[in-house]
């Protein structure tokens, strides 16, 4: 039978989705019960196995682009799986150190000069940790309640005896035991909290229907530029200085209180023209987006105590972040450096 009579799944396909809240949810927040998966620091993917022999794999982004032509190492891989079947997972990739690594992750997704591709899947090599499948053997099974995908994707596992680039996503229902991970996990690069699933949802392209949950820690960094007015801020541009002494650009945060707008106008000051180390320098509205932001730069002089996630790539936080307080007490040498 073809596979446009058996109703493959084409790309591109929507990804199900989830929605951001501070703790892990009783058991009660989605119907049937909750699992809990590792949320990871990469590129949401879907794979989908060659339909036939032959056939071609095809690597799919959340926003709908195919880059398996980036990834020859997931190519050669595609010969474990087998046909017609689509996964949902994270793509990563590890640097020589054996760390995940964002930064390397964005040169490969983006590089396509074909000796460029080999030298970079030889120096980084990229890994899928699925978390979900779509279709097994040419049969959807979006459908299905999670907690039956879940069993078909473990049985999937150990029964082809999957091995690396393809790796199963640790999973729980145990509360504690995520909370656990919340806690130990986060501190390795590139893990970044838990996703909630209900054990009886289906799989919906495009809805919001997981919950995902961020470890957070407190931090510091030096305001550098605004957004806003001096007498109204509403984003704040923050900055760290590195060994050599250069304030370099390390996140901005979500729109502030009014409250601390209130306080931050009696704080900041407007640096004068040609003073300051950004002068000329352009800031991005958002991550891998080329539209920038309208700003003021500050006298970097007063220090933000800011909650972050893990999401980091070169000292850099990737999400924006929120402004705790004013650290009015804190000198600007005790912020640490990148």
């Known amino acids: 039978m073809s596979p446009e009579k058996r109703g493959y799944l084409r790309p591109p396909v929507e990804p199900m989705l989830a929605s951001a809240r501070e703790t892990i949810p009783g058991a009660g927040a989605l119907r049937g019960g909750l699992a809990m998966d590792l949320k990871w620091d990469g590129y949401r993917v879907l794979a989908f196995s060659p339909d036939r022999p032959g056939g071609p794999f095809l690597l799919q982004t959340r926003r709908g682009t195919l880059i398996q032509d980036r990834f020859p190492d997931l190519l050669a891989a595609a010969a474990q ?79 082809r005896a999957l091995t690396p ?30 996703v ?34 001096l007498g109204r801020p509403r984003l704040l541009v923050l900055g760290r200085y590195d060994g050599e002494g250069r304030l370099r650009y390390a996140g901005k945060t979500t729109e502030v209180s009014p409250a601390a707008a209130r306080q931050l106008s009696n704080q900041l000051t407007a640096a004068e023209p040609g003073t300051h180390p950004w002068e000329g320098a352009r800031f991005s509205s958002g991550w891998g987006t080329r539209d920038a932001l309208d700003t003021t730069l500050i006298v970097p002089d007063q ?14 936080w990737r999400h924006p972040v929120r402004l705790a307080r004013l650290r009015l007490d804190m000198p600007v040498d005790d912020v640490l450096s990148f």
């Open 81 to 159: 799986l087998p046909p017609g079947l689509v996964l949902d997972g994270e793509l990563l990739v590890l640097n020589s150190e054996g760390t995940m690594d964002f930064g390397a992750l964005q040169r490969r997704a983006v590089t396509t000069a074909p000796r460029t591709v080999q030298t970079l899947a030889s120096a980084y090599p990229a890994y899928v940790v699925a978390f979900d499948v779509l279709q097994i053997d040419g049969q959807p099974v979006m459908a299905e309640p999670y907690e039956q995908r879940r069993d078909r994707l473990e049985g999937l596992f150990a029964g």
């Open 165 to 194: 680039p393809w790796t199963l996503c640790p999973s729980t229902r145990d509360p504690e035991v995520a909370r656990e991970w919340l806690e130990t996990w986060t501190r390795t690069s590139g893990v970044e909290g838990v």
């Open 303 to 316: 220090v933000a105590e800011v909650s972050v996630d893990t999401a980091q790539d070169r000292g850099v």
């Open 196 to 229: 909630c699933k209900g054990l009886k949802q289906p799989y919906k392209p495009g809805v919001r229907g997981w919950l995902k949950v961020r470890a957070r820690q407190s931090t510091e960094a030096l305001i550098g530029a605004i957004t806003g007015t």
